[in-house]
């Protein structure tokens, strides 16, 4: 399969006469600065000193290049960038198509060019790389387009193009590649259609196209790739609509529809895929409803329709699918309500809703499906919550809203599914917390909460279920981290937090559950370290720390748990690496540690023994950058790493003594590259070679890795 590869942007910027090159920072195609170029035609000598000044790795940009001759276009591919754009050209003759072709690069991009001729398209062809951009051209002959899908693209992008005959789109369905976007196209012809339907890639991309006849959607009801999007249609008459239901591709959406049929509805209810969307819909009537209700997939979606009335409501309701989204609803009344509640489904969705009367959620707490998604709620009354608690289904979802009251709290408290979801919760009363609490099916995540008291801890560690989350945190004082300790439940996020107090952190360590997470922690203590060690859970997890004094070192080395992880620290003095060797668990985690030992971190015996003391539980520790061990005590330090009870992987490796290497494979299962492709060299101390005999233990082991 064609790789697709994103290349990272470098600007040649020319200053007057002479050539010269401003390096600016890497960044994102999209935001590229347009270079200054002195002339629009450079000479081949200037093109040339232009190639040579774009460094490897970078893309070479030459947007403000009006014309180029074949000689000047030879020397830019001696370039050693990873591409080449020229999007300020509009003619391109086939001398100099010839001459950038020649160029060993990954991407040209010529997005400036509205045509181009079959002899210039024949010698583009000839790109070695993988991606020529064309976006630009609004015309496109069939004897070009025979040469164009001869790229090595994986996809390719002709935006401009408004019309296409029947011979060039037959051409372009021989392209070997994934994707054909074509989103310019604003109508479809038939035979057009037709040949299109015969690529034999993944994806079509028609998002142009506004109408369509039946005849044409029939012949790309053919189309046997994974994808075929139309999202541009504003028209659907019945017919077309039948047709483009029998199509395995189609996307089953239609954005732009605005109005929709009985007869039409009727048609997409053919669709079989399993996502009918309708997001142009703003109203319907209840005999296209009636029609929709009879498609067979799992779910329908009409995530703009305003209003809903009692009839439509009640048509829907005869969906024999999974689920019914009436997203872009604000308001629904109870007599619409009610039919909808005897919907056979799992879920009904209303993020649309802002507000929900009492008699609405009375009617709703009937549906006798799993769940309910209100993610549009601004406010839930008491007397609205009261009435959902009634309902028997397993997901009340209440993304959207910011606060709760106590008496709103209390009344969803009382209810009995299992998955209750109020994430986006940012400032409520301790009381409202502790009410919520208190519901065991709330799933305990309160990602948004800033702040909290001391007294609305106490009530959130009250909560009975697994986990809690409260990741939105940047401060926590040392009585609202004492009132968390108590928290029951397993698992205690806390990775919002940048600092923690000595206090705070004894506070915390009083929790009794397995796992504790501080993953935002930037800086640390030695005394919030020893508080923290007291934790008498299995996991203390602090990934985002880069550095520890020594003292703290020792003291999170005194944690008594079976997992310490420390992935973020590299920035470490002598005695803090020698300090958390001595930690006693089954699992010392330190990734970006290991990975530095051999290149921003120095390999010697004390960093040895804290990646052995890593590399003795159940997780692969692998010294990525490690290439070389090659100093004088190299054979003590591979000794060390040797005695690594766990998985250890070197791959890298490159150059070894014999005896550094006889000392490492005492370890016969550490992974390092075969033997045969390392580079043995003189022993670092000084003292004679010997030759390396390979245990027998470490030879199967190599053998197995060759397989």
């Keep these: 399969m064609k790789s697709s590869i994103r290349l990272p942007i470098l600007a040649v910027a020319v200053v007057g006469v002479a050539l010269a090159m401003t390096a600016r920072p890497r960044m994102l195609a999209a935001e590229a600065p347009q270079p200054a170029v002195a002339a629009e035609s450079p000479t081949a000598e200037e093109a040339r000193q232009l190639a040579a000044k774009a460094t490897a790795g970078s893309i070479l940009v030459l947007n403000d290049l009006k014309a180029l001759s074949a000689e000047a276009a030879k020397a830019l591919a ?12 509009r003619t391109l003759d086939a001398a100099t198509a010839a001459g950038l072709a020649e160029f060993d690069g990954h991407r040209l991009s010529l997005d400036g060019l509205t045509e181009l001729a079959p002899e210039a398209a024949e010698a583009l062809a000839k790109f070695p790389g993988h991606e020529v951009s064309l976006g630009g051209l609004t015309t496109l002959s069939a004897d070009t387009a025979k040469w164009i899908v001869q790229f090595k693209d994986n996809s390719l992008f002709l935006r401009r193009l408004t019309e296409l005959s029947a011979e060039t789109a037959a051409a372009l369905a021989e392209f070997e590649g994934i994707n054909l976007y074509l989103n310019g196209l604003q109508t479809l012809p038939a035979d057009v259609a037709q040949a299109l339907a015969k690529f034999k890639g993944q994806s079509i991309f028609l998002n142009g196209v506004t109408t369509l006849s039946p005849e044409a959607a029939a012949a790309l009801a053919e189309f046997h790739g994974r994808k075929l999007e139309l999202n541009g249609l504003t028209t659907l008459s019945a017919e077309t609509a039948k047709r483009l239901a029998q199509s395995h591709t189609w996307t089953g959406q239609v954005p732009r529809v605005t109005e929709l049929s009985a007869d039409a509805a009727a048609g997409l209810a053919e669709y079989r895929g399993k996502r009918l969307s309708l997001a ?20 329908l979606a009409l995530p703009r329709l305003g209003d809903l009335t009692a009839d439509a409501a009640r048509e829907f309701a ?5 689920g019914l989204a009436f997203d872009g609803i604000r308001t629904l009344s109870a007599e619409a309500a009610q039919p909808l509640a005897e919907f056979k489904g799992q879920h009904l969705a209303f993020n649309g ?9 009375r009617a709703l707490a009937k549906f006798a499906g799993g769940g309910m998604l209100f993610n549009g709620l601004q406010t839930l009354t008491p007397e609205a919550a009261r009435e959902l608690a009634a309902f028997r289904g397993q997901a009340l979802w209440f993304e959207g809203l910011a606060t709760i009251s106590p008496e709103a709290a209390r009344e969803l408290a009382s209810w009995a599914g299992g998955q209750l979801r109020l994430p986006g919760l940012r400032t409520s009363s301790a009381e409202a917390l502790a009410a919520l609490a208190r519901c065991r099916g709330w799933d305990g995540r309160l990602p948004k909460v800033t702040q909290l008291s001391a007294e609305a801890a106490a009530g959130l560690a009250a909560f009975e279920g697994p986990e809690l989350w409260l990741d939105g945190l940047v401060a926590l004082p040392a009585e609202a981290a004492a009132a968390l300790g108590k928290f029951r439940g397993a698992v205690l996020h806390l990775d919002g937090l940048r600092e923690i107090s000595a206090e705070a952190a004894q506070g915390l360590a009083a929790f009794k559950g397995q796992t504790l997470l501080l993953n935002r922690l930037t800086t640390l203590s030695a005394e919030a370290a020893a508080g923290l060690a007291t934790f008498v859970g299995g996991q203390l997890q602090i990934n985002r720390l880069q550095s520890v004094s020594p003292d703290a070192a020792r003291a999170l080395a005194g944690f008594g748990g079976r997992e310490l992880w420390l992935n973020g620290l590299v920035q470490l003095e002598p005695e803090a690496v020698v300090a958390l060797t001595d930690y006693k668990g089954d699992n010392l985690i330190m990734g970006s540690f290991c990975q530095q030992v051999g290149s921003g971190i120095p390999l010697n015996p004390d960093a040895a023994r804290l990646v052995a003391a890593c590399a003795r539980g159940n997780t692969l520790v692998s010294l990525w950058t490690l290439k070389a061990i090659e100093s004088a005590d190299a054979v003590e330090i591979a000794g060390i790493l040797a005695t690594a009870r766990g998985r250890l992987a ?31 060299i003189s022993e670092p101390d000084g003292s004679p070679n010997d030759d390396f005999v390979i245990p027998e233990g470490f030879s199967e082991f190599q053998k197995r890795q060759r397989r």
């Design 318 to 322: 005869k969906f024999q699918g999974a």
């Design 353 to 361: 809703l802002t507000t929900l009367s009492a008699d609405t959620a």
């Design 78 to 89: 001696e370039s050693k960038a990873l591409g080449i754009t020229l999007n300020g050209l």
């Design 650 to 680: 070197l791959p890298q490796l490159k150059r070894i003594s014999p005896k550094t290497l006889s000392a490492l494979v005492a370890k016969e299962d550490i992974e390092i590259p075969l033997v045969e492709t390392l580079d043995l």
């Design 280 to 299: 142009g819909l703003t109203s319907i009537s209840a005999e296209a409803a009636r029609a929709l209700a009879k498609f067979g997939g799992e779910q």
